[in-house]
């Protein structure tokens, strides 16, 4: 099993900044890939972007260079660091771990899933 509990969600003015932590324990081959996720009010979830255990990111369609996904293995933390943030980033975003990474990154690849953190950028 893998738990995951995610944290670091709040209101932030737009062209901000956020951090937000998933902290993460259990199995570790079962979380060789980690993901974050996003979804939005009335829409899918959407994947934000993937790590693997050899920092293999991969970028969700349309997200690539605003958020940058990290992890601290001393630490069992997985990251994401969201720049330039617009009201269309309101979202709950979610952290998620499989076994395996795959592109697109898709919700039904992943097994084991946080409860998820508000973000909300507005002025």
């Known amino acids: 099993q893998v738990q995951m509990v995610e944290s670091g969600g709040g209101s932030v003015q737009p062209g901000g900044s956020l951090r937000l932590p998933c902290g993460v324990s259990?199995?570790?081959?079962?979380?060789?890939?980690m993901a974050w996720f996003r979804q939005a009010p009335g829409k899918e979830r959407e994947g934000v972007e993937s790590i693997d255990s050899t920092n293999t990111t991969r970028y969700g369609e349309n997200l690539k260079g605003r958020f940058t996904i990290s992890q601290d293995n001393p630490k069992n933390t997985l990251y994401l660091q969201m720049n330039s943030l617009t009201p269309e980033d309101t979202a709950m975003y979610f952290c998620a771990a499989n076994q395996w990474c795959f592109t697109p990154i898709r919700p039904r690849d992943f097994i084991y899933w946080g409860q998820g953190t508000k973000v909300t950028v507005s002025s």
């Open positions: 259990g199995t570790t081959f079962r979380r060789k890939c």
